[in-house]
């Protein structure tokens, strides 16, 4: 079952994203007015991983990208 997409971060370093069939536990490095991540778990069963990073808009949104090891990229726009 597909369900809605979203990104979430955690004040200690971890947190989660769902999109479409890819689901993904994050590990944060957090700046000023950014965040980086590293990412893993499944995408549609099969194991996957990556990295990804996102910044805070002037509108309080967030523009980022997620990237899949040795292959496709993935660009998001998220708000509250």
Request: proline content about 4%; some cysteine.
């Amino acid at each position: 079952m597909l369900e809605p997409a979203y990104i979430a971060f955690e004040a200690k370093g971890g947190g989660e994203f769902v999109f479409g069939a890819v689901r993904g536990d994050l590990e944060c490095r957090y700046g000023p007015d950014e965040v980086r991540f590293t990412w893993e778990d499944f995408d549609e069963m099969d194991a996957a991983f990556g990295a990804g990073s996102a910044k805070c808009a002037p509108d309080g949104s967030l523009t980022g990208e997620i990237r899949f090891h040795r292959g496709d990229e993935s660009t998001f726009k998220a708000r509250k």
